[in-house]
Antibody, heavy 121, light 107 residues
């Protein structure tokens, strides 16, 4: 059974940093492309980052709104993917989901339960 | 960025009814479209990918169709467990983008 478990969320002040962790099991993590998707309080979904596998040099992509502030990374030995979030803004307030990439394209075939991040002073 | 427009934003239907949700892309996405179901308090779950392929374990009353810029999700014989929000997503071109969602309720 595929499992994705996100941790590390919480309340943080604007300008501060937070690191999310997604621990996975039940599939071959080392060859999987992984994503982070967030859902704002008004329920809108936004893809924010992707990391490819070792054979693709762990290439990363980001949505424009988080470029230069967020960093996606992975540790294949721990079957985990991370999201380092710096210079947080109030508009980053959302539930953050870790997802796997589909076999036929960048859709999201398995999702974690999500972790809440609130950016507020 | 490719804009995804879903309609309607909300929908009320009766048990056993057939429901259709539409999704329009701002440009041709060549069937690079997925549909998700999100029940209250839960994470989204994949229903359909490649516009019309059913994800593993998804009931056959769900189906997807369309091409070019126009796509639809159909739910045959609506069940109580189908009460949820539904989202479309294009993955033809970076950045991957979602529609605004359709909230489906029982009449």
């Amino acid at each position: 059974e595929v499992q994705l478990v996100e941790t590390g969320g919480g309340l943080v002040q604007p300008g501060k940093s937070l690191k999310l962790t997604c621990a996975t099991s039940g599939f071959t993590f080392s060859t999987a492309w992984m994503h982070w998707v967030r859902q704002s309080p008004d329920k809108r979904l936004e893809w924010i980052a992707r990391i490819k596998d070792k054979s693709n040099n762990y290439a990363t992509d980001y949505v424009e709104s988080v470029k230069g502030r967020f960093t996606i990374s992975r540790d294949d030995s721990k079957s985990s993917v991370y999201l380092q979030m710096n210079s947080l803004k109030e508009e980053d307030t959302a539930t953050y989901y870790c997802t796997t990439s589909g076999s036929y394209g960048d859709y999201f075939d398995y999702w974690g339960q999500g972790v809440m991040v609130t950016v507020s002073s | 960025d490719i804009q995804m427009t879903q309609s309607p934003a909300s929908l009320s239907a009766s048990l056993g009814e057939t429901v259709t949700i539409e999704c329009r892309a701002s440009e041709d996405i060549y069937n690079g479209l997925a549909w998700y179901q999100q029940k209250p308090g839960k994470s989204p779950q994949l229903l359909i990918y490649n516009a019309n392929s059913l994800h593993t374990g998804v009931p056959s009353r769900f189906s997807g169709s369309g091409s070019g810029t126009q796509y639809s999700l159909k739910i045959n014989s609506l069940q109580s467990e189908d009460v949820a929000s539904y989202f479309c997503q294009q993955y033809y071109d970076y950045p991957w983008t979602f529609g605004g969602g359709t909230k489906l309720e029982l009449k």
